[in-house]
């Protein structure tokens, strides 16, 4: 790999999608040994050149030979670029680079939904702005998707059940309907941080249950399997909200609309 010397990659410490992208960069030999630099230790030298509040929301590169910056897409397109031209150059191309500046904001803008930080945020920490477009292109994305997997899921489960993705889309839905009304007075301003942590959740379960798709076993499996997903939904629901510093309440909301969901799924799919 062609090294990027002098420049320096300001991340989000705070974000492990970041801080792996970024010592990858490093190990690759994309940037020198000191080529990045963390959020939250971030020195005066390059403090004073970038814009600190767009490098909350857009990874900042610091080029020292120019003294100028550039951010988000742009600081990667250069470490890739001086490695890969060719690939930098097309990705750049309008239609792929619009469609590549829209996925790096939607994941910037909802990482710590993503993969949250137990660590209390301070107004030094690499913390992006909230964005509404944002937050409810990736509550839709989640609810897209699972909706999808759960309704081929529901196939493997012996419970008459036929693939229907609006009645599992009615679900998902259902849950942020259910959890927003009912929690909302509870949450105030962690609303949106609480529903894009709670859609992880969601999206966690449902990569869980893709390998089970490819399988071909008895019905029985499939419940014991789904338990244990669920179960694993359950756990991480608990240790985001301890993260969000929220009580059980969110968690027992959660679990309840699931538990009325399933039955309500199954009375009305039993043939007499």
Same mark, same amino acid.
């Given at each position: ?13 705070? =974000?492990? !999608? =970041? ?8 190990? =690759?030999? /994309? ?31 610091? @080029? ?55 660590? @209390? ?50 679900? =998902? ?15 105030? &301003?962690?609303?949106? &941080?609480?529903?894009?942590? /709670? ?16 399988? @071909? ?45 399933? !039955? ?9």
């Amino acid at each position: 790999m062609k090294t990027l010397k002098n420049q320096t990659l300001i991340y989000d410490n705070e =974000c492990p !999608m =970041c801080n792996f992208y970024s010592k990858g960069f490093i190990k =690759c030999g /994309m940037l020198d040994e000191d080529g990045r630099e963390a959020f939250t230790e971030i020195s005066m030298r390059n403090k004073i050149l970038i814009d600190f509040n767009r490098a909350k929301n857009e990874i900042a590169l610091v @080029d020292h030979n120019k003294n100028e910056v550039v951010y988000g897409l742009d600081s990667l397109l250069v470490i890739i670029g001086n490695s890969f031209p060719l690939l930098a150059k097309i990705a750049r191309k309008g239609p792929l680079y619009w469609f590549f500046q829209k996925l790096y904001s939607f994941v910037s803008y909802n990482r710590k939904q993503i993969i949250p930080s137990s660590k @209390d945020y301070t107004e030094q920490s690499c913390v992006p702005d909230f964005n509404l477009k944002y937050r409810i292109a990736y509550i839709s994305f989640v609810v897209i998707f699972s909706a999808y997997i759960l309704s081929e899921f529901s196939l493997k489960l012996d419970f008459n059940l036929e693939r229907n993705f609006s009645r599992e889309f009615a679900v =998902c839905l259902g849950q942020i309907a259910w959890q927003s009304l009912f929690l909302k007075s509870y949450l105030k &301003d962690k609303i949106w &941080d609480y529903l894009g942590n /709670m859609m992880t959740v969601s999206l966690i379960g449902t990569l869980l249950l893709i390998p089970a798709l490819m399988t @071909d076993f008895h019905p029985v499996f499939y419940l014991i399997y789904f338990g244990a997903v669920v179960l694993v939904m359950f756990l991480e629901h608990l240790r985001r909200c301890r993260i969000l510093k929220l009580n059980l309440l969110p968690t027992i909301s959660w679990i309840l609309f699931r538990i009325i969901a399933l !039955m309500i799924i199954i009375l009305t799919n039993i043939k007499i």
